[in-house]
């Protein structure tokens, strides 16, 4: 442990002090990416589309969390934010500029032997804020209800309880640190309920209907389905003062290929764009 | 004539000789002032390091106790780092910590003990030969790997236990097995490598002459093991204890993947969060205030290694002296 953390600090340093100076010898042909899991698979499908596409320029995305991307876009670590939550208002008065770049779901998931297909959003505020304990009480088997979620600061966890209106109301069972924790602990725990973005579902979990929406794409575009966030592109001043190669794939992004692109991550492109 | 040649021709060469040697001898001397430079300066790296870590930590973990105070951190329960209202207390976090560590190491310490008696003084040959290398074994599989089959086994059946001790309960939370027993269980196994071997070698250490005049004042085995070796042995498996203890504290990731992850008080069927993980489970999010808190979390794991660390050294002291 000692020796991780040891490493840890000198990555710090490394990343506070060596790089930055580097970075201002790199050739201005790399666009860095930083920040949230949850952006992950449409980042690197980005960057690779990209550079399949325009060889002169190289995309690279690391994912490190929304916040710490912010932060890497603020100290000029990174070019592009990805960002699953709203900017903070420190971040706005620090010059930070967001753009909505797509839409996600966050899918209510059970085990695959739950009984209970549907639920209310009042219901499932009602899970997450200990006021219902057992399947029983929703029509299900009797079974205790484990309640599962991710950690304080993640975009995903932000998103969930405003929309649901229980910003820290919530009594979570286990709260684990990736989407991929979520899913792993869901599909192993019988009775146990949880949340993730729309992108990382799969068949060993099942995605519940909210409100009498199913969990489509479709849902989330018409504004029906009620737990749909997101996710933002962010610059450390306005698009316009950006390097041209950072306005291409912005740019990049608004035409028919950019938005398939959105699509085939399993994101949802914004009507509005 | 032909004497005086052969001398001159002896002195030559002999001239010669010396002079080769002095010259190897400059040659390895130099050779020796660049090793040994080389060692100074990877000594100074190591010292360089503990140092920058220890002025860093205490740089970026001071600063979030200045802003919200002592009291506010260490003396409050309360974690809601990412609210409207945020409050960082981070004492459920500590307590886990502790709580966790003291649990492992009081399961953990009376096996490996025993086991280390019975690969010292018990155990046939063949035996030790099969014992030994499963625990060496054991001391190399990634932490990772222990959280995994704990996330795969230990959490299911400790979910059963659950569901059956408090079937009727109307207020616990059920947490899917994933709680702080399992974590102690997980600790406890991941501390005995180390407290076997270290005290394995305090027993083997103790001199034969106090077995042999236990056993000739009529003590049986077992009494001149419990009575005699033991305690003749006893600082060196207090070492062992301790640096048990330090493994325990500063494990992070099978904790994580076990423990649950909710700040709670640490009860053995809640779900808790260690130190370790708190760090671990919220660096990648965290921002501002919240991220300093996570280094204050950092410098106070960083002090408690550090006393016992300190403790480690007194004892090692102690032992020679």
């Given at each position: 442990?000692?020796?991780?953390?040891?490493?840890?600090i000198l990555?710090?340093?490394y990343?506070?002090v060596?790089r930055?100076?580097?970075k201002?010898?790199?050739?201005?042909?790399?666009?860095?990416m930083a920040?949230?899991?949850?952006?992950?698979?449409?980042?690197?499908?980005?960057?690779?589309?990209?550079?399949?596409?325009?060889?002169?320029?190289?995309?690279?995305?690391?994912?490190?969390?929304?916040?710490?991307g912010?932060?890497?876009?603020?100290?000029?670590?990174?070019?592009?934010?990805?960002?699953?939550r709203?900017?903070?208002?420190?971040?706005?008065a620090?010059?930070?500029?967001?753009?909505?770049?797509?839409?996600d779901?966050?899918a209510?998931?059970?085990?695959?032997?739950?009984?209970?297909?549907a639920?209310?959003?009042?219901?499932?505020?009602?899970?997450?804020?200990?006021?219902?304990?057992?399947?029983?009480?929703?029509?299900?088997?009797?079974?205790p209800?484990?309640?599962?979620g991710?950690?304080?600061?993640?975009?995903?966890?932000?998103a969930?309880?405003?929309?649901?209106?229980?910003?820290?109301?919530?009594?979570y069972?286990?709260?684990l640190?990736s989407?991929?924790?979520?899913?792993?602990r869901?599909?192993?725990?019988?009775?146990a309920?949880?949340?993730?973005?729309?992108?990382?579902?799969?068949?060993?979990?099942?995605?519940?209907?909210?409100?009498?929406?199913?969990?489509?794409?479709?849902a989330?575009?018409?504004?029906?389905y009620?737990?749909?966030?997101?996710?933002?592109?962010?610059?450390?001043g306005?698009?316009?003062?950006?390097?041209?190669?950072?306005?291409?794939?912005?740019?990049?992004?608004?035409?028919?290929?950019?938005?398939k692109?959105?699509?085939e991550?399993?994101?949802?492109?914004?009507?509005?764009q | 004539?032909d004497?005086?040649?052969?001398?001159?021709?002896?002195?030559?060469?002999?001239g010669?000789?010396?002079q080769?040697?002095t010259?190897?001898?400059?040659?390895?001397?130099?050779?020796?002032a660049?090793?040994?430079?080389?060692?100074?300066?990877?000594?100074?790296f190591?010292?360089?390091?503990v140092?920058?870590?220890?002025?860093?930590?205490?740089?970026?973990?001071?600063?979030?106790?200045?802003?919200?105070?002592?009291?506010?951190?260490?003396?409050?329960?309360?974690w809601?780092?990412?609210?409207?209202?945020?409050?960082?207390?981070?004492?459920?976090?500590?307590?886990a910590?502790?709580?966790?560590?003291?649990?492992?190491v009081?399961?953990g310490v009376?096996?490996?003990?025993?086991?280390?008696?019975?690969?010292?003084?018990?155990?046939?040959?063949?035996?030790?030969?099969?014992v030994?290398?499963?625990?060496?074994?054991?001391?190399?599989?990634?932490?990772?790997?222990?959280?995994?089959?704990?996330?795969?086994?230990l959490?299911?059946?400790?979910?059963?236990?659950?569901?059956?001790?408090?079937?009727d309960?109307?207020?616990?939370?059920?947490?899917?097995?994933?709680?702080?027993?399992?974590?102690?269980?997980?600790?406890?196994?991941?501390?005995?490598?180390?407290v076997i071997?270290?005290?394995e070698?305090?027993?083997?250490?103790v001199?034969?002459?106090?077995?042999?005049?236990s056993?000739?004042l009529?003590?049986?085995?077992i009494?001149?093991?419990?009575?005699?070796?033991?305690?003749?042995?006893?600082?060196?498996?207090v070492?062992a204890?301790?640096?048990?203890?330090?493994?325990a504290?500063?494990?992070?990731?099978a904790v994580?993947?076990?423990?649950?992850?909710?700040?709670?008080?640490?009860?053995?069927?809640?779900?808790?969060r260690?130190?370790?993980?708190?760090?671990v489970?919220?660096?990648g999010?965290?921002?501002g205030?919240?991220?300093?808190?996570?280094?204050?979390?950092g410098?106070?794991?960083?002090?408690?290694i550090?006393?016992?660390?300190?403790f480690l050294?007194?004892?090692?002291r102690?032992?020679?002296?």
């Amino acid at each position: 442990m000692t020796v991780i953390l040891m490493l840890e600090i000198l990555l710090w340093i490394y990343d506070g002090v060596w790089r930055p100076c580097q970075k201002s010898v790199l050739p201005s042909q790399t666009v860095i990416m930083a920040g949230s899991t949850s952006m992950e698979k449409f980042a690197d499908m980005l960057a690779e589309c990209y550079r399949e596409k325009n060889s002169r320029v190289k995309v690279t995305a690391e994912f490190t969390g929304s916040s710490a991307g912010i932060q890497a876009v603020m100290s000029g670590r990174a070019d592009i934010g990805l960002s699953s939550r709203p900017l903070t208002a420190a971040e706005k008065a620090s010059g930070a500029a967001a753009y909505v770049i797509a839409l996600d779901g966050i899918a209510v998931i059970t085990d695959a032997d739950n009984s209970v297909t549907a639920l209310s959003t009042k219901q499932l505020a009602d899970i997450y804020t200990g006021r219902i304990r057992d399947w029983q009480e929703l029509g299900g088997g009797k079974q205790p209800i484990v309640v599962a979620g991710r950690e304080a600061g993640s975009g995903t966890r932000s998103a969930f309880e405003e929309l649901l209106g229980i910003k820290e109301y919530c009594y979570y069972a286990n709260e684990l640190d990736s989407e991929g924790a979520v899913l792993a602990r869901i599909a192993s725990t019988p009775g146990a309920v949880g949340y993730v973005s729309f992108d990382v579902l799969d068949d060993t979990v099942h995605a519940l209907s909210l409100d009498g929406e199913e969990a489509t794409a479709e849902a989330v575009k018409t504004g029906r389905y009620p737990l749909c966030r997101s996710l933002l592109l962010v610059t450390r001043g306005e698009l316009g003062e950006q390097r041209r190669q950072v306005q291409e794939i912005f740019g990049y992004l608004q035409t028919e290929e950019g938005r398939k692109l959105i699509c085939e991550a399993g994101l949802i492109v914004p009507d509005y764009q | 004539m032909d004497i005086g040649l052969q001398q001159s021709i002896s002195d030559v060469s002999q001239g010669r000789q010396s002079q080769t040697l002095t010259g190897k001898r400059n040659h390895t001397r130099r050779i020796e002032a660049v090793a040994e430079s080389i060692f100074t300066l990877c000594a100074f790296f190591a010292v360089f390091a503990v140092g920058a870590i220890t002025l860093y930590m205490i740089a970026n973990g001071v600063p979030a106790v200045y802003r919200l105070g002592f009291r506010e951190i260490f003396f409050s329960s309360v974690w809601k780092p990412a609210a409207e209202d945020p409050s960082f207390g981070i004492l459920y976090v500590i307590l886990a910590s502790v709580v966790g560590t003291v649990l492992a190491v009081f399961l953990g310490v009376p096996v490996a003990l025993l086991t280390a008696v019975f690969l010292a003084e018990a155990a046939p040959r063949p035996l030790a030969a099969v014992v030994r290398p499963a625990i060496e074994l054991l001391a190399g599989i990634p932490s990772v790997v222990y959280g995994l089959l704990g996330m795969m086994i230990l959490n299911p059946l400790m979910y059963r236990l659950e569901l059956w001790l408090f079937h009727d309960a109307s207020t616990h939370r059920f947490t899917g097995g994933a709680n702080l027993l399992s974590a102690v269980l997980v600790l406890a196994v991941m501390i005995l490598p180390t407290v076997i071997s270290v005290s394995e070698t305090a027993l083997r250490a103790v001199p034969d002459q106090l077995r042999a005049s236990s056993m000739a004042l009529g003590a049986s085995r077992i009494q001149t093991i419990f009575h005699v070796v033991l305690p003749a042995a006893r600082p060196g498996i207090v070492t062992a204890v301790v640096l048990g203890v330090g493994r325990a504290v500063g494990e992070a990731m099978a904790v994580n993947l076990v423990s649950g992850g909710a700040v709670n008080m640490p009860l053995p069927f809640s779900s808790v969060r260690f130190l370790t993980t708190a760090i671990v489970g919220e660096m990648g999010y965290a921002e501002g205030l919240h991220r300093q808190v996570l280094f204050t979390i950092g410098l106070v794991l960083f002090g408690f290694i550090m006393l016992v660390n300190i403790f480690l050294h007194r004892l090692l002291r102690e032992e020679e002296g």
